[in-house]
């Protein structure tokens, strides 16, 4: 292993080939030995697996401030130190407390007396209805200039955001960009007209029957009201009713309540460096998750990767100069307090950061990075590029990074998001599809290996 370790650091041996900035791409033997070697041994060890498999069993449902994030927390901390990861510590973060509670009902009432269910399930960050919920007409808007066009009548109604993601883009993130505000900001809109309730249109591609809830927020000086999410077959039926003029009522009952912040951690380990300690590369993904479904892909995936990438190198006996720190962030999907913590933390002061990498896409096969960075770094990461061609993640491009990485990127970090394959994730998105059933062991292991790689990459040769 001690041959590896020193054929890794020889001399690049460049083709004549040149990339788009002027930089030779690297096609060292070792660099390629260590391709191979990081490929050969996460895909027959699939190390991320078992990680990932014990965290959705221990904490499925792991929402900031809750038990379950608690014992996440342990259950990761001492994963870190079972395999071997250097100064295993955690960093104490006040996070958003908020609880569903045990009754969710959206009901349809016609005026035959007939009623109809839909399925549905509370806002992250919703208030509550009165005990016996509320009931009134539904007015049906696409957009927010449409609402504000229509705001006479939406007093004393309950409104329907039923603007669908786009199915002809092909990057399901676009899509989901383009609906996503309605989920956000809808209930704040709706109140400002009047409104007495909001209901939105699950951000998903998939037609079923679950929804899919996710964060929303209020606006100071105006009136919070309900707001929750129907699935889309719902969406479809509710919005045919009203198209035909149907004179339909629905009755919404939400049982969610607001808590005061908890304490709760980051997770942190490393391998320090050996030459330059306190120079630092991230490998990040965040620890809490919506209480619906396990988690798997959001973003129990990007947990078990960042912790994988770093045993994976373990095992390899690969030591690189600069340190590379697994950080598992706190409280990513209602309040970004985790990443916010790890950026003002006096624990920073001496370090220099020189990469942040995030996985909060899903666990799916991984096709390369986005960058968000000044000019000069995507140019040289494309050096390596046909190092990541080897494991079919040469897709290199500008972009955005990642929300728990965001706080440091803005003080001048490097950011890199691992962009995966990315069709099927808004199916399971913030629902109760997201399990880990829906999770293939060797996509997620590919994901590890190529953070691994572009980690060790990064700390040997900097940016």
């Known amino acids: 292993m001690k041959h590896t370790i020193g054929m890794l650091r020889v001399l690049i041996l460049c083709t004549p080939l040149l990339c788009a900035a002027g930089e030779p791409p690297d ?26 498999k014990a965290l959705t069993a221990k904490a499925p449902h792991r929402l900031s401030g809750s038990q379950g994030s608690a014992i996440a927390v342990q259950s990761m901390t001492e994963a870190m130190r079972e395999r ?17 509670g045990n009754t969710e009902r ?21 208030v509550g209805t009165p005990p016996r919920g509320i009931t009134a007409e539904v007015m049906e808007v696409r957009s927010f200039d ?75 000086g105006v009136k919070k009201i309900p707001a929750a999410a129907i699935s889309t077959h719902g969406a479809e039926m509710l919005s045919a009713l009203l198209q035909k ?32 300690p306190g120079e630092v590369i991230v490998v990040g993904g965040h ?28 095992r390899l006996g690969i030591a690189p100069k600069r ?39 899903g666990g799916f096969a991984p096709r390369g990075f986005t960058i968000d ?25 500008k972009g955005y990074s990642g929300v728990d990485i965001s706080p440091m990127v803005a003080k001048g970090v490097p950011g890199f998001g691992l962009d995966v394959e990315n069709q099927r994730y808004f199916d399971y998105h913030h629902s109760d599809n997201d399990t880990i059933d829906k999770v293939n062991p060797r996509e997620l292991e590919l994901g590890a290996i190529v953070e691994a790689l572009l980690s060790y990459l990064i700390a040997e040769e900097g940016l």
Not at 84 to 100: I, Y
Not at 308 to 314: C, F, G, I, Q, Y
Not at 336 to 344: D, E, F, H, I, S
């Open 27 to 52: 096609t060292s033997a070792a660099h390629q030995a260590l391709v191979r070697n990081l490929r050969a041994a996460g895909l027959r060890d699939q190390g991320a697996w078992p990680l990932l």
């Open 84 to 100: 071997g990861l250097q100064n295993v510590h955690t960093e104490h973060v006040m996070v958003p407390h908020w609880e569903r």
């Open 106 to 126: 959206a009901v349809l009432l016609f005026p035959d007396g007939k009623s109809s269910r839909l399925s549905v399930c509370a806002l992250g960050g919703s």
């Open 146 to 220: 449409e609402l504000a066009r229509r705001g006479e009548e939406a007093r004393g109604k309950i409104v329907f955001f039923n603007r669908p993601m786009d199915p002809s883009l092909f990057n399901t993130f676009d899509a989901y960009g383009g609906a996503v505000e309605q989920r956000s900001k809808g209930a704040a809109a709706a109140a400002k007209v009047g409104a007495i309730g909001a209901v939105v249109r699950s951000m998903t591609l998939a037609l079923d029957d679950v929804p899919h809830t996710g964060a929303m927020g209020y606006v100071e």
């Open 245 to 276: 003029g149907e004179h339909v009522r629905l009755s919404l009952t939400l049982s969610c309540r607001v808590l005061p912040d908890a304490p709760s951690s980051n997770v942190l380990g490393e391998i320090t460096g050996t030459e330059k």
């Open 287 to 314: 620890l809490d998750d919506w209480d619906k479904g396990m988690g798997a892909h959001d973003d129990g995936s990007g947990c078990a990767q960042a912790i994988e990438a770093l045993s994976l190198l373990k």
């Open 323 to 361: 340190t590379i720190r697994a950080v598992l962030f706190m409280n990513e999907e209602n309040g970004l307090r985790g990443g916010k913590a790890y950026a003002a933390d006096p624990a920073r002061n001496g370090e220099r950061h020189i990469a942040l990498i995030e996985s909060d896409r």
């Open 373 to 397: 960075a000044d000019s000069t770094i995507l140019p040289r990461t494309l050096r390596w590029q046909a190092l990541f061609d080897s494991l079919d993640a040469g897709r290199i491009m």
